[in-house]
């Protein structure tokens, strides 16, 4: 089975760094994906990490330990419009399935 | 640009009637994904097609049926609905391999 683990709301101030973290455990893994999702919208992909380490793509970076079953989202210089939910999801082993994590609401105060 | 095009943004149904979900995409994508979404539990994997004609069951597959005649549609079936069905449908497709989700832009499926 799976399951995922990532904080329920986070608040941060614009201009600010903040760091949401995902622990997972799975029966198998084989990649894990950060979306982005805004209130009544779709959401959308923003990074995958296969591999350990570090990926960054412009303001966000995205970090994986598969030893630890753990990844987090970096978020720098933080803009009201990240305002937000941030999806976790797993991919299971051998398939193309992709198993999400509940979400972490981020708020971006002035 | 990826589209998935679900047919309904919002839909209202009553208890015991058949609902069919409707979802197209068009960029060739082998995979196509019915969710639900739904407060404090996220999104829940229903049913999963990773060709025409094949699918898997999801993690809460109970109450629903699929459909996928034609590589470009996947199709969610309510046999009979339930109050409990009330949730935002999510639709979404993707390559084989590790490319990412698309999704299209949810179906809110009030079921009285």
């Known amino acids: 089975g799976q399951n995922i683990d990532q904080p329920t709301e986070m608040t941060a101030t614009e201009g600010a760094i903040v760091q949401i973290n995902c622990t997972y455990q799975t029966s198998g893994f084989n990649g894990l994906f950060w979306y982005q999702q805004h209130a009544g919208e779709a959401p959308t992909f923003l990074s995958y990490?296969?591999?350990?380490g570090l990926e960054e793509k412009g303001r966000f970076s995205s970090f994986l330990s598969r030893s630890k079953g753990y990844s987090y989202l970096l978020l720098k210089e933080l803009q009201m419009k990240d305002s937000a939910s941030y999806l976790c999801a797993v991919r299971v082993y051998n398939t193309d399935k992709l198993i999400f994590g509940t979400g972490t609401r981020l708020q971006v105060f002035p | 640009d990826v589209k998935v095009t679900q047919s309904s943004r919002y839909l209202v149904k009553r208890t015991g009637e058949k609902v069919f979900l409707e979802c197209v995409q068009d960029?060739?994508?082998?995979?196509m994904f019915w969710y639900r979404q739904d407060p404090g539990l996220g999104l829940r994997l229903i049913y999963f097609s990773y060709d025409v004609k094949m699918k898997e069951k999801g993690d809460i597959p109970e109450g629903y049926s699929v459909s996928r005649e034609k590589k470009e549609r996947f199709s969610l079936i309510l046999e009979s609905a339930s109050t409990n069905q009330t949730s935002m449908y999510l639709c979404?497709?993707?390559?084989?391999?590790?490319?990412?989700?698309?999704f299209g832009n949810g179906t809110r499926l009030t079921v009285t």
């Open positions: 960029m060739d994508h082998e995979n």
């Open positions: 990490n296969v591999l350990d």
């Open positions: 979404a497709s993707s390559t084989t391999g590790l490319s990412p989700l698309h």
